[in-house]
């Protein structure tokens, strides 16, 4: 059997490559760089598909939360609720925002923000809630919803993992403000860094629309102290070509995860999953305490596999000044998760050959 590795982008974007090259023929010899047609389409395109009235494209998805947070006009020192096993980029747009991240735990069921641990983490300095889809699964943005309109609070949804991702069939992205990496290994990912931004808002998108761009929606009058985060016009060419081929490659990935639930073997704890989430898998996570022996068997087999992620924000170095407490749940995740293959360029062969080796293992035997 062929090595699997965990991702090929190059495989993944092979589809695509012809239609790549006549967008960047046609750019070049337009000549338009910087926030032209093909952003403004692929703004138009992805609200559309996200259900929103604005889109703005920005750099990346951490700046997709910056901006949004930014454009609040929050004060020094007010609070953000995180999940506290998200990535540490969610954590740090709140800290570059001057703002206080307030770390809750997640559902060991879902991994995701447990709104049931919400309301005894508000205080009066709390402004936001910032759930963050992992892995590519939704959040219970019902009862999200309720807490922040009871305590008149902002959502800044982080997006990053989860385009195309339904909660009770409302598409993640379209409650307040959605923030989107579209990073290459995303489900829809660029070919370099890019994000954008979702909202029905429109006086926020027109804030946004000048932060983005050194806070300024007339040129050379800067009306605010903003930023330079463009979402770039190549970038922007490249995702509208693949936002035609989304839904695809979400199907593609949920029909493998699907192959995962049905054959898998249940001495490793598999995603949760209900029918009111749609889930797009943009990661496909199994948990085992003995996940860094299973990772290395797996390895012996030419199987690839990904931590997401070894270390918890909480115990970062560069962030144990700034956050203390213990939050068990997070770290139970952190030392148990092993993500495995579930590309777009994975066949079901693939799959089945992971699933067989998964299999074979007797867990409880691994020393």
């Known amino acids: 059997m062929k090595p699997i590795e965990y991702e ?13 090259k006549l967008a960047f023929s046609d750019l070049l010899t337009k000549g338009w760089f910087i926030l ?5 389409a692929f703004e138009e395109e992805f609200a559309n598909y996200i259900g929103c009235k604005y889109c703005l494209g920005v750099a990346s998805g951490l700046d997709a939360i910056i901006l949004s947070i930014s454009a609040l006009d929050l004060a020094p020192g007010d609070e953000v609720i995180v999940p506290a096993n998200t990535y540490i980029a969610t954590i740090l747009a709140v800290i570059r925002c001057n ?9 060991l069921d879902t991994y995701n923000l447990d709104p049931r641990l919400i309301e005894k983490s508000i205080t009066k300095k709390t402004k936001v809630i910032l759930p963050v ?11 999200i919803n309720r807490i922040a309109k009871k305590y008149h609070l902002r959502i800044v949804e982080d997006c990053a993992q989860a ?24 489900n829809l990912g660029a070919l370099g860094d890019a994000g954008a931004i979702t909202t029905n808002d429109r006086k926020l998108y027109l804030k946004l629309k000048a932060l983005r761009n050194y806070g300024s929606n007339k040129k050379y009058h800067n009306q605010y102290l903003g930023f330079n985060s463009r979402l770039d016009e190549m970038q922007a060419a490249f995702l509208r070509i693949k936002l035609r081929k989304l839904e695809e490659i979400n199907h593609h990935k949920r029909r493998l995860a699907q192959l995962y639930h049905q054959q898998l073997s249940d001495q490793y704890i598999k995603p949760h999953v209900s029918k009111q989430c749609h889930d797009v898998f943009h990661i496909y996570n199994i948990r085992t305490k003995k996940r860094d022996r299973l990772r290395q068997i797996l390895t012996d087999h030419k199987i690839g596999s990904e931590i997401h992620y070894p270390i918890p924000p909480f115990e970062q170095i560069s962030l144990k000044h700034l956050i ?23 066949t079901q062969k693939d799959i089945q050959h992971v699933i067989e080796i998964l299999n074979s293992i007797k867990i409880n035997d691994i020393i």
């Open 8 to 20: 090929n982008l190059s495989k993944v974007n092979h589809s695509f490559i012809k239609e790549y």
């Open 36 to 40: 032209g047609e093909n952003v403004s």
């Open 99 to 107: 703002l206080k991240p307030v770390l809750v735990e997640p559902s």
């Open 133 to 143: 889809h992992l892995y590519g699964k939704p959040v219970q943005m019902d009862a």
């Open 163 to 186: 385009h195309g991702a339904k909660f009770k069939n409302k598409t993640v992205g379209s409650y307040d403000i959605g923030a989107f990496s579209f990073y290459p290994t995303k």
């Open 324 to 346: 203390k407490g213990d939050y068990p749940v997070s770290r139970e995740i952190h030392q148990t998760t092993l993500s495995l293959p579930i590309s777009y360029c994975h």
